[in-house]
């Protein structure tokens, strides 16, 4: 069933800790007070408790636990799993400045959720073999999500190395930074493949259905496959990568706009 009032106006109440957080996060650029640290972490913990009440709010009202049985809940299941990654990066500080990339993302996805949720909601999972395509598919928005967001800061921090500008010590070190998105590539990509296999399987029950997600799920396939191969070939390595890997999420945010938010954009 649709989200009810009382549960788009718990997820506007996220999205609102969420800013807040995410803002604070932002100035820890020009002052980094643990004071800030410490409110912005305990906002997007709050955010987490928010969204995760959301969820459980609408699994009761639904009468079922079985998570992203609709676009409503799919997309706010990426959105707190990311939201999580970063409430991790913020404690343990590893790369303290990626959460600036995240949030936007977990942003984006809880704004749609709400619209989908009021203008064009609908159930797509029918049976256990497309519950598991979604997961897969999802978890690979996930890994890319990442993926992106790491690509991101190397950009950036190559940009102002390459003009001798001073680089914030939140972004870390290139090599950090390339690490982290090819190991976020490598899991994602993964979890693509199944999720194209078995989407193969559904479309070929379905002999009206027009394949056109799946053949854009695999032009992103194909991209994140050169991505894993850069490393045999080293001059490919670096700031290509981290352009390839943000092209290949923005390429992912359509495929999600095309099966969640536009009618009919399932097929």
Do not use: C
């Not at 999972?125 to 967001?149: C, E, N, P, Q, Y």
């Not at 027009?210 to 080293?234: C, K, M, R």
């Not at 943000?246 to 095309?258: A, E, N, P």
């Amino acid at each position: 069933m649709p989200p009810t009032p009382g549960q788009l106006a718990l997820l506007i109440l996220a999205i609102l800790l969420y800013t807040a957080g995410g803002i604070l996060s932002i100035t820890r650029a020009w002052t980094d007070r643990r004071s800030i640290h410490k409110i912005s972490r305990s906002l997007l913990g709050s955010g987490i408790v928010a969204s995760l009440g959301v969820i459980i709010w609408h699994a009761l009202s639904r009468h079922s636990w079985l998570p992203i049985e609709d676009n409503f809940d799919a997309l706010v299941w990426l959105a707190t799993l990311l939201a999580i990654f970063t409430l991790y990066v913020h404690h343990n500080r590893p790369l303290a400045g990626l959460d600036w990339f995240v949030m936007p993302i977990v942003l984006f996805l809880l704004i749609a959720s709400a619209f989908v949720g009021k203008t064009e909601y609908r159930t797509y999972v029918t049976s256990t073999w497309s519950w598991f395509h979604r997961v897969t598919i999802f978890g690979g928005v996930i890994g890319f999500a990442i993926a992106g967001a790491s690509g991101a800061m190397y950009v950036l921090t190559s940009r102002r190395l390459r003009h001798k500008a001073p680089v914030s010590p939140f972004f870390g070190s290139l090599e950090r930074t390339e690490h982290l998105t090819m190991t976020a590539v490598t899991l994602g990509f993964a979890m693509l493949t199944l999720g194209l296999i078995t989407g193969g399987i559904l479309v070929l029950n379905k002999p009206g259905h027009t394949p056109l997600v799946l053949t854009l799920a695999a032009l992103i396939w194909l991209i994140y496959a050169v991505i894993l191969h850069a490393p045999i070939n080293p001059s490919f390595r670096g700031r290509k990568v981290a352009v390839l890997s943000m092209l290949g999420f923005v390429l992912m945010l359509g495929v999600i706009v095309t099966v969640l938010l536009l009618p009919g954009g399932s097929r």
